[in-house]
């Protein structure tokens, strides 16, 4: 299983971004994909998470109401759409995916990882 995200780049504050998560390989089924960010010095941290099979989702208090995670069936593919993007929002950001149970909330819950796509947003 290989998770490729890209999509990350350097905009402008209240600018919008796309972020995708591309999943090759076999997953276990049911699972679910979340997104996490990390900024230098600091933890990862959760960003959203959506299951694959029904969309459920959810957010970080953070970005609940300026992103969106969504996926596509037919591309096998993850997204993460910011928007009104902050400089506080300039991390690394990756996707990771998971089996169904449990939590979702920390890194640890996940068993594949993304390389991460670097999101720098200036003021």
């Known amino acids: 299983v290989q998770l490729q995200a890209f999509g990350g780049g350097l905009v402008q504050a209240g600018d919008s971004l796309r972020l995708s998560c591309v999943v090759s390989?076999?997953?276990?089924?049911?699972?679910?994909m979340g997104w996490f960010r990390q900024a230098p010095g600091t933890e990862r941290e959760f960003v959203a998470f959506?299951?694959?099979?029904?969309?459920?989702?959810a957010y970080a208090g953070s970005v609940k109401g300026r992103a969106t995670v969504s996926r596509d069936y037919a591309k096998n593919t993850v997204y993460l759409q910011m928007n009104s993007l902050k400089p506080e929002d300039t991390a690394v950001y990756y996707c990771?995916?998971?089996?169904?149970?449990?939590?979702?909330?920390?890194?640890?819950?996940?068993?594949?990882w993304g390389q991460g796509t670097l999101v720098t947003v200036s003021s």
């Open positions: 390989g076999h997953l276990f089924s049911p699972y679910g």
């Open positions: 959506i299951t694959w099979s029904a969309g459920t989702t």
């Open positions: 990771a995916a998971k089996r169904l149970g449990g939590t979702w909330l920390s890194p640890n819950d996940y068993d594949y």
